[in-house]
Nanobody, 124 residues
């Protein structure tokens, strides 16, 4: 089973930036899409961003478009989420997810491996 380990979360003031990283153990990392989801207290898990297997395609939730950037380094089996202009409503536990195929998706059912989650807190 895929092992995904997130890092880079923490507490930041509104307007600040954080960069999340997710290291994957799967040998087939370079052939699958990757995604980021988040879950705020009392809310359902929601899609944040996705990237295809060779980074040709990316897709973002409207709420983060223009502020967040997803990228990947297949040589390092790592996917990143650069978060700029953070807002208090971005506060959530962020999860890295490994896709079932090469192609990006915003649907959690299209992912079969999940990290343990990492807290991001944005203060006003």
């Amino acid at each position: 089973q895929e092992q995904l380990v997130e890092s880079g979360g923490g507490l930041v003031q509104a307007g600040g930036s954080l960069r999340l990283s997710c290291a994957a153990s799967r040998l087939t990392f370079s052939s699958i899409a990757m995604g980021w989801f988040r879950q705020a207290p009392g809310k359902e898990r929601e899609f944040v961003a996705s990237i295809s297997w060779i980074s040709t395609d990316t897709y973002y939730a409207d709420s983060v478009k223009g502020r967040f950037t997803i990228s990947r380094d297949n040589a390092k089996n790592t996917v990143y989420l650069q978060m700029n202009s953070l807002k208090p409503e971005d506060t959530a536990v962020y999860y890295c997810a490994a896709g079932r195929s090469r192609y990006l998706s915003m649907h959690s059912d299209d992912y079969d491996g999940w990290g343990q989650g990492i807290q991001v807190t944005v203060s006003s």
